[in-house]
C-alpha cells in the first residue's frame, strides 16, 4: 500500500477553522516562514529517506481552505486585502513544494505533491484563487475532503460532476483524501459521536451494508469522473480507555471498518 505523509505545518491539529503558526515560529516574517517551511520539509524528507520510508504522496498542508501559519498565510474572505493574502499563502505553499521536488532530484522515490480543501462546494473557487493569485501550480493531485455532514453536493450525480468539472479545468489528479460513512447510530461508549443523524443521508441508511454501498457509490463517482481514487479517514478509530483532550474512547467509532 502506499503512504500519504500529510504535513500540517503547527503543533495542533490544522483544519479549516484553525491553521495557527508553530510556537517556535511565532512572530516570524513571510520571508523566513518561507524558508522554515522549505527547511522543515525537506529535513522530514530526509529522515525518512534514512529509514528506507519516504511517502508516495505527500500533503503540502491539511485542509487549507483559509491559508495556512495564521495570521501570515491566512485567507479572510471579508478583507480588502484579500489579493495579497493568497500570494503570501502561495509563497508558503510553493516553498514546501520546492522542498519536495528539490528532495525528489535525489530520490528513486518521488513523491506526488497534494494540495487538500476540504468539501466539494469550496474546491473550484479554492484552486482556481491558488492558481490565479496565489501562483501555485507546481502540484500533482488536487485532494479533497468530502463528508456529507459538512457538505452541500451531497448526491452522487452532483459529486461526480464536481469531481468532472475539477478533472477538466485544472488538468490534475483528483482524489477525495478524507472521505466517511457511519454504519450505525449507536454509541460504542460515553463519547458523542461526531456522525450523528436521526435522518440518514438520501437513499442510503447506516447500517454495515449500506456503508459499504455508500463508499462503493462514492468510489465509483470518482473513477467514473475522471479521479484518482479515495483515502477513508478514519478507518481503525475504534473505541479504547484511552483519552484525548475531548473525551475517553472515540468520537468517530460508528465511521470504523470493524
Known sequence: MAVNLDLHYSDDWADPNQQPTPAAWQGLSLSILKDSVYNYTFRVLK???SKNLIPEMIQVGNENNFGMLW???KIDTSSTNINNQWKNFGDLLNS?????RDFSKNSSIKPQIILHVAQLQYANWWATNISTKGMVKDYDILGLSHYYKWSTVNKMQDIGDTIRL???KFGKQIMIVEAAFPFTNDNADKYGNLFYSTTPIEGYSFTPIEQQRYMQDLIQQVISNGGNGIMYWEPAWITSPMKDRWG???SWENNAFF
Open 47 to 49: 529522515y525518512l529517506q
Open 71 to 73: 495570521p501570515v498565510g
Open 96 to 100: 514546501g513544494i520546492k522542498a519536495v
Open 166 to 168: 475539477l478533472k477538466n
Open 248 to 250: 475517553t474512547g472515540s
